[in-house]
């Protein structure tokens, strides 16, 4: 039952289209006992994110509290202004194809919250978002700082990951990288950085490589950061980075990438010693994307997966 009309905004702005739907969509395994999918909502979407300070202090503390589930777990993670979503979507595909058990963690969602939030391409059902977001509402209710959406949405995904003992998690960065709410995890797998542009120059920086050193916040100590090549000032502030921390840099080699053929039904292409690889997706940004990917993979090779 949807209690109140800020609930029913919550279930519009879900996309969920009648009264009927709502009924149906609460957590059954929970009825009457725990969190309802219209609570779990409303709680995710009660806060603001305009207005808050940068910085990690609020998530760390809230990880905190929740016993820091995601020093658990193995991470991929991903940065950059263009094309986050479609490489992290390929780094997960792979990983599952390979038959790790994969979380992907991407925002914003389409129609439903819980396309946010995925293990080997199924998203989160509605029994396992209202845990996520009970614990995190406990953890959080204590806080003198409240968290913000992302960073809540984030937890949740740490949590839930974790209880699912996945093996490898790709996890999309929301906004930067040095100061987003993602970068609480410990060295990643690997520190994948996309193309970059101008964007929230306010928060970010007026020129490429001030950009560029937000995004490459994500880089730490003993992980390899695998990049997309935008020009030698870019490229300059990786390899710097990676020099300071202790971190292995390796650019996508675009020199090898060949485009065999292409049509409405995708793209066949090569990328260094892969052969006649085929991407549903058209582009030429998306065969660099998918190159990406696949040094990324190469990388996780090399380190055992």
């Known amino acids: 039952r949807v209690r109140s009309s800020a609930a029913s905004d919550v279930y519009k702005r879900q996309g969920l289209c009648s009264m009927a739907r ?38 760390r503390e809230l990880m905190h509290r929740l016993g820091n589930p995601q020093d658990s777990l193995k991470f991929i993670h991903v940065a950059g202004t263009n094309g986050k979503g479609s490489t992290s979507t390929m780094l997960a595909s792979i990983l599952t194809a390979a038959g790790y058990k994969t ?10 919250v819980n396309e946010r939030f995925r293990i080997n391409g199924a998203d989160i059902p509605d029994a396992a978002l209202c845990r996520a977001a009970e614990a995190v509402k406990e953890a959080a209710d204590g806080m ?27 996890l999309e960065v929301g906004l930067g990288g040095r100061l987003d709410a993602t970068n ?3 060295s990643p797998e690997a520190a994948v950085i996309t193309n970059i542009g101008l964007e929230h120059t306010a928060i970010l920086g007026h020129t490429l490589p001030e950009i560029a ?34 971190a292995v840099w390796r650019g996508a080699a675009f020199d090898t990438l060949q485009e065999r053929a292409h049509s409405l039904a995708g793209q066949r292409f090569d990328y260094k010693d892969e052969k006649d690889l085929t991407l549903h997706l058209l582009g030429e940004h998306q065969l660099r994307n998918a190159a990406l990917a696949i040094e990324t993979v190469s990388v996780l090779r090399e380190k055992g997966w």
Do not use: Q
């Open 144 to 170: 003198s700082d409240a968290p913000t959406e992302f960073e809540i949405l984030t937890a949740m995904g740490f949590r839930h990951f974790a209880a699912e003992k996945c093996d490898a998690v790709v």
């Open 22 to 59: 709502a009924c149906a969509a609460r957590c059954p395994e929970r009825e009457g006992k725990h969190m309802e999918l219209n609570e779990a909502l409303a709680f995710i979407h009660a806060t603001d994110w305009k207005g808050s300070r940068l910085g990690l202090e609020r998530m």
């Open 184 to 186: 609480v995890i410990p």
């Open 103 to 112: 979380g992907l963690y991407t925002s914003p969602h389409l129609v439903r």
């Open 213 to 246: 050193r937000e995004k490459a916040g994500i880089i730490k100590p003993g992980t390899t950061a695998v990049t997309y090549p935008v020009n030698a000032a870019v490229d300059a502030v990786y390899r710097e980075i990676c020099a300071e921390r202790g």
